[in-house]
């Protein structure tokens, strides 16, 4: 039962409490954690989002500092584009359910469809819908970029390009829709590993090392 005012109300008049969509226990039903795990993560969450700021909220410098060491003012457009897709507001930082919630993606127990969704969020760097031959070059330079062990010229990765659009564009319209992108991941599972972090199944005992080039 509620009031004029959408505040729900028990039987006797008195308001009831407002249900916390933060909580551990909301979170842990709306993710892959356990009520155990979501605490955990609140406890990361405190040391990355005080480590820079101390405003107890995740801005985007202790995001990349934090996931991928990189320094203040040094670009890294993988990471930039992760920031984006945690940022679910879109208010350029990352409050904890925010976190909680986009972490759950990158659980083992997480369907790939699901992986999938994220990725494709994450390769659409215009917004657009779809994915455009010059947004997966762009990636692939920026995620080659200080790798000499991986360094391509400029020919191979026109190529890589290339030949992912020659598999995933069924349409040959020279852009990959989600569909197309679904259908590439179903065959080639492969492309979402990354998203896969075993160390979220022990969260509770190993989140200080949790970092995207986990060892």
């Known amino acids: 039962m509620g009031n004029c005012c959408g505040q729900p109300i028990d039987n006797k008049g008195v308001k009831a409490p407002r249900r916390d969509p933060d909580s551990p226990v909301q979170l842990a039903k709306e993710t892959y954690f356990t009520k155990d795990e979501v605490h955990a993560l609140h406890e990361l969450y405190k040391h990355v989002s005080n480590s820079l700021h101390k405003d107890g909220v995740i801005q985007k410098d202790e995001f990349m500092q934090a996931l991928f060491h990189t320094q203040p003012g040094q670009p890294n457009l993988f990471a930039d584009r992760l920031f984006k897709v945690f940022d679910l507001k879109q208010n350029n930082i990352i409050e904890f359910g925010e976190f909680v919630r986009a972490l759950s993606v990158f659980h083992p127990q997480a369907p790939l469809k699901e992986k999938a969704l994220f990725a494709f969020r994450v390769y659409d760097l215009d917004n657009t819908g779809d994915i ?84």
């Open 132 to 215: 455009q031959p010059g947004e997966v070059k762009r990636l692939l330079v920026a995620l080659l970029h200080g790798n000499p062990e991986m360094a391509l010229d400029d020919a191979t990765i026109e190529q890589i390009v290339d030949q992912t659009f020659e598999e995933a564009d069924l349409a040959k319209d020279g852009r990959i829709s989600y569909e197309e992108w679904l259908v590439l991941v179903n065959n080639n599972p492969a492309i979402c590993s990354w998203m896969t972090l075993p160390v979220l199944k022990d969260v509770t005992l190993k989140y200080p090392s949790f970092i995207f080039n986990h060892a």
